[in-house]
């Protein structure tokens, strides 16, 4: 199997949002990310709206049904407010994250076994509607495995720690052991497996090596930097042949 890409736009309604003008187009710029072949975007309407308004979320989903292979995929934390924009627009995928509302960005997953019956009705909730649930998870071998108790489709992998150590291999080599391990025990437990936080084009064929079955990785900072130097159609055909596809890049 190929791990497919999601495009997190955070980052791209981030720097927008730093003047009041319309561009860069976050609208804009994931239509060039899907035209080049991302499965999906990826967005994180945070209650502060400090990157992706509340008014980016359905322009973002019309723009995802005109690409018959795409997904849309909104995260955040499961209050009233998230669960109406989800219920409104409909992603194909919700995925859960802890997040406090001052959070700076997701830095870590759920208490599985603390807040096992706190997420199980709200999984059921959004599967009633039709939609796939994911929730964010620490690469805990011990706790992830919990994460199916819930009725979730997938566990997204925090891979945080991992992409920390750009600079050193040893560091590395322990974050993939625990990757590796959490990937085996949820896989065990049938949970699909999703993954994300400061992937990039280097370290993510480590993280794929290690847990091939990986089905979708949601990038967006690394990918948004990547825009900077190859341009958004660029990026996202480095990190597709990142993910193992076939893609002619450009390297220079």
């Known amino acids: 199997m190929t791990t497919k890409l999601s495009v997190n736009v ?3 309604a981030q720097l927008r949002n730093r003047r009041d003008l319309p561009w860069p187009s976050v609208v804009g710029l994931s239509r060039k990310a899907l035209e080049a072949g991302a499965w999906g975007i990826t967005v994180h309407p945070r209650p502060d709206e400090r990157h992706i ?8 989903a019309d723009l995802v049904a005109e690409f018959p292979h795409a997904e849309f995929n909104i ?8 669960m109406e924009i989800a219920f409104e627009v409909r992603p194909h995928q919700v995925t859960l994250v802890p997040d406090e509302p001052a ?5 870590h997953g759920w208490d599985f076994r603390s807040q096992h019956n706190f997420l199980k009705p709200i999984v059921a909730r959004i599967k009633g509607e039709g939609m796939r649930v994911s929730l964010f998870a620490d690469a805990d071998a011990d706790t992830i495995s919990i994460a199916a108790e819930t009725g979730a489709d997938r566990a997204e992998l925090y891979t945080g720690p991992y992409g920390a150590t750009y600079d050193d291999e040893d560091a590395a080599s322990r974050e993939l052991d625990k990757l590796q391990a959490a990937s085996e025990a949820a896989r065990a437990t049938g949970l699909g497996l999703n993954a994300g936080h400061d992937l990039t084009v ?13 089905d979708e990785v949601s990038i967006g900072h690394g990918l948004t930097a ?14 597709r042949a990142a993910c193992g596809e076939s893609v002619a890049v450009d390297s220079t």
């Open 226 to 239: 990547e825009a900077l130097e190859f341009g958004m159609a660029g990026a996202v055909k480095r990190f």
């Open 75 to 82: 995260e955040g934390y499961p209050d009233d407010r998230l």
């Open 53 to 60: 308004r509340r008014s980016d979320i359905r322009p973002l």
């Open 202 to 214: 280097a370290n993510l064929p480590g993280l794929l090596a290690r847990a091939p079955w990986i």
């Open 103 to 107: 959070q700076a960005t997701s830095d």
């Open 10 to 12: 955070n980052a791209i």
